[in-house]
């Protein structure tokens, strides 16, 4: 599959957003796919693009950070004949690539200055036949506007117009949310990439000595490069190499140099900087995405004196973040002097090197492999759903004051696997219980460990081995009519024994057959086996089939099981939802039962991943949320529970 990518970015400040960008260009363009790369900043020194096209627009760049006065090459404020240049050259481009895949960088969390032109180029996209897939690609921490019209306007350009978010991250060091009020609308949209690397070759470290002091691209470090040659006048026992960004000019870079000690190497950036990194004791620089990144990979002690200019936030955070994982120290802007900078390195020297973090650092690699799967995913990926009918029955349940309740049951765990950890993830992104239906015979540790520090998902016993023992002719079954009533009465015993010795007491005693298919004579035993619960599929006859055992079963399944093996259509699912809420509110099933969702982790595609959280998220702006099972099932163990359902 070769498809046409077209990725479009402004730098206005440092070179960082182009750079990211390129990046990416480069790994889609690697891929084989045939990928154009325009950029409305200042031109920059790129690395080879690998084969990806660059378009330069006329450049806008600001001064300083007044981001809404757009400066042209020769720093004269630009007029609209100028921006139009631009906006011509750029949908040019969009029709002569024809793109598969659209890419905006930072907008429309960003860039409102130049909205004009990002929205003439969405808009030119849209009527595109086939249209395009429209993402938006983003780094780790955004700054929010204080205005929250303007948040707003974002979400809402994003639902409109964007068919993803891909946030150049990794939740583990920093989630979005730390830095953007992330509406529940937009949540199903976002895909962590981990970091983006500029250069993904591997590091070889080196024996580690001396000092070296890096600041970007732009002018915005000369107070730090200031400080830094004040700090090497005090330590005098370890060479320093002060880096200066190309953005500072001739006169101050010529300035600095002369104030430079004869320990101090002062020169401009090199391309070779990640190869003294990996052989330098310290790192002293700012907090900016891509320095950070070959922080990561080099493993560098560090000293972080982050940008805090204007309103930004951004350097500030990340260092924050990596302060607290033991991976630098901060010197922030006010407190800067060459005395105490020369004193947080003392510090930093002392200390031993940090372990290496356990962060995603491939996010060019992952970026182009999300990509893809949402082009094949496509169209079903962000299918038009009508929600008024669900919306309808949960009012008409409010209004009759019917309690309805959520919960979610998933099937088929044994081991800690990506896909468990992403379900995980998204029920905790809702504050949404879960209960994991584990197959005892397979258990592995790795499940309880995963699992330990997780208050709101509970494992539950899925029979045996998952083994089918029905005759060819019948429906799938482990413990059905078919089998002797003592075998079953036994490795449902054996479950629940294994199943404990592996998770303790977060095991919660509910028996879930596979296939959701169970003799009627092997219920009554269950009790006296120290089974509490019992879970099936589709509204329950009776809460208690026998004594001492409560039922609660899963009623809506996203899977086409029979066709596709994807999702089901969502008005199926809509439908499925509405019909059980109305047949409580008409006594025609239990009004007790919570609705329950089952999916199977898995065997999701994209395509049920997204139905299934676009579905939690329009629960969850209702303030709906799915129970805990230990509550669903009366096994709570804290006193204090938030309270659920309509």
Request: net charge negative; charged share 25%; proline share 7%.
């Amino acid at each position: 599959m070769t498809l046409r990518v077209l990725v479009a970015v402004t730098h206005l400040l440092g070179a960082g957003h182009l750079t990211r960008a390129a990046a990416l260009a480069r790994a889609f363009a690697g891929k084989g796919h045939e990928t154009t790369l325009v950029s409305g900043g200042a031109p920059a020194r790129l690395a080879d693009l690998g084969g990806a096209r660059f378009v330069q627009l006329p450049p806008v760049r600001t001064v300083g950070t007044d981001f809404r006065t757009l400066l042209d090459e020769n720093l004269h404020p630009v007029d609209e004949a100028y921006l139009d240049r631009r906006r011509s050259i750029l949908l040019d481009t969009l029709r002569g690539t024809q793109p598969d895949i659209l890419i905006t960088e930072l907008f429309p969390f960003g860039r409102r200055v130049l909205a004009g032109e990002f929205t003439a180029l969405i808009e030119a996209a849209r009527v595109l036949a086939p249209r395009p897939l429209v993402l938006c690609s983003i780094r780790d921490i955004l700054v929010a506007p204080a205005k929250a019209e303007r948040i707003e306007q974002a979400h809402e350009r994003i639902l409109r117009n964007y068919d993803a978010i891909l946030v150049h991250g990794d939740p583990n060091l920093v989630p979005l949310e730390a830095s953007w009020p992330v509406d529940e609308r937009v949540r199903p949209l976002i895909r962590y990439t981990g970091y983006v690397d500029e250069n993904e070759d591997t590091v070889t470290e080196a024996h580690r000595h001396g000092i070296v002091v890096s600041g970007g691209s732009s002018a915005a470090s000369l107070p730090l490069y200031r400080a830094a040659l004040q700090a090497a006048h005090l330590i005098i026992d370890r060479p320093w190499r002060i880096l200066i960004g190309r953005g500072v000019s001739e006169e101050d870079f010529l300035a600095l140099r002369d104030g430079a000690p004869a320990h101090a190497a002062l020169e401009r950036a090199r391309p070779d900087f990640r190869m003294l990194l990996a052989s330098t004791e310290i790192s002293v620089s700012q907090a900016g995405y891509n320095t950070v990144v070959d922080l990561l990979r080099c493993g560098v002690r560090s000293v972080l004196v982050p940008f805090e200019g204007g309103r930004e936030t951004e350097q500030r955070l990340r260092a924050e973040r990596l302060k607290s994982m033991g991976l630098a120290d901060i010197v922030s802007e006010d407190e800067l002097s060459g005395t105490r900078l020369a004193e947080v390195i003392r510090q930093r020297l002392s200390q031993p090197a940090p372990a290496p973090p356990v962060i995603a650092i491939d996010g060019a690699r992952q970026s182009v492999a999300i990509a893809e799967s949402l082009v094949l995913s496509r169209p079903a990926l962000h299918p038009t759903i009508d929600w008024s009918p669900l919306d309808t029955a949960l009012e008409r349940a409010r209004d009759q004051g019917c309690p309805i309740r959520f919960w979610w049951r998933d099937d088929d765990a044994v081991t800690d696997t990506p896909a468990l950890d992403r379900l995980l993830k998204l029920a905790s992104h809702y504050d949404a219980g879960i209960g994991l239906a584990v197959i005892p015979r397979d258990l592995q540790d790795s499940l309880a460990s995963r699992l330990a520090d997780e208050i709101s998902a509970f494992p539950l016993v899925h029979g045996w081995s998952h083994a089918n023992h029905a005759p060819p002719e019948a429906k799938k079954a482990e413990f059905g009519a078919h089998r002797p009533l003592k075998t079953m009465v036994e490795e449902a015993q054996r479950g629940l024994q294994v199943a404990r010795e592996h998770l303790g007491a977060k095991l919660l005693p509910v028996f879930v057959p596979p296939w959701n298919r169970i003799s009627g004579e092997l219920i009554p035993h269950l009790p006296r086996l120290g089974f509490a619960g019992l879970s099936t599929f589709t509204d329950r006859n009776t809460a208690s089939p026998v004594a001492g055992l409560l039922q609660i079963n899963t009623h809506v399944d996203p899977i086409d099981w029979h066709g596709t093996r994807s999702a089901i259509e969502p008005q199926q699912i809509i439908a499925g939802l509405t019909g059980a809420i109305e047949r409580r509110i008409d006594g025609k099933s239990d009004s007790e039962e919570p609705i329950g969702l089952l999916t199977h982790h898995l065997v999701h595609d994209e395509v049920i991943w997204m139905l299934s959280e676009r579905l939690i998220a329009h629960l969850a702006a209702r303030d709906i949320y799915f129970l805990r099972p230990d509550v669903c099932f009366g096994m709570e163990t804290e006193s204090r529970l938030r309270s659920n359902g309509v």
